[in-house]
């Protein structure tokens, strides 16, 4: 029985930490009790066959271990799992932004920002007094600082 247990465990704790390394992102509870069951296995093998096999167990456990970790490395499996697209886009050329004196029309609340309408086009502005402007008040254009949009109610 208790090889069937030592056994059991390695199998389960080696399943366990090759689906921490291909099932779930990040360091999990998959990984977590994959080395508490290896551990096991190496506790059980000392405490019911004795020391000899105990050392035997954990050597081939921890030469197991690093096989798969030089395999994993060597193999270039982290390849597999990174990101390959790369990201061409630039910023947006100048936004041409309404000047100073321009009159719009807010489309949502401004509490203090939100979205307003200038000349058939939609921007996110922000209230000059930081006070909510509820929506479809008419709005004109304060100033313009950092590509923010700053507006009042007219």
Do not use: Q
């Amino acid at each position: 029985m208790s090889t069937l247990l030592i056994s059991l465990l390695v199998l389960a704790g080696f399943l366990l930490l090759v689906a921490e390394l291909l099932l779930v992102p990040g360091i999990g509870v998959p990984g977590f009790l994959g080395l508490v069951s290896l551990v096991a296995a190496c506790y059980f093998s000392f405490v019911h066959f004795g020391t000899l096999t105990g050392v035997v167990v954990t050597a081939c456990i921890s030469l197991a271990l690093l096989a798969l970790l030089i395999y994993v490395l060597r193999a270039k499996t982290w390849k597999r799992f990174a990101l390959k697209d790369e990201i061409r886009a630039t910023a947006s050329p100048e936004e041409i932004l309404p000047a100073a004196g321009t009159e719009g029309l807010t489309l949502t609340r401004l509490a203090p920002m939100g979205t307003a309408r200038f000349d058939g086009r939609d921007f996110e502005v922000k209230s000059d007094t930081n006070e909510m402007v509820e929506p479809g008040t008419a709005v004109v254009v304060v100033r313009v600082e950092d590509h923010k949009i700053i507006v009042k109610t007219l």
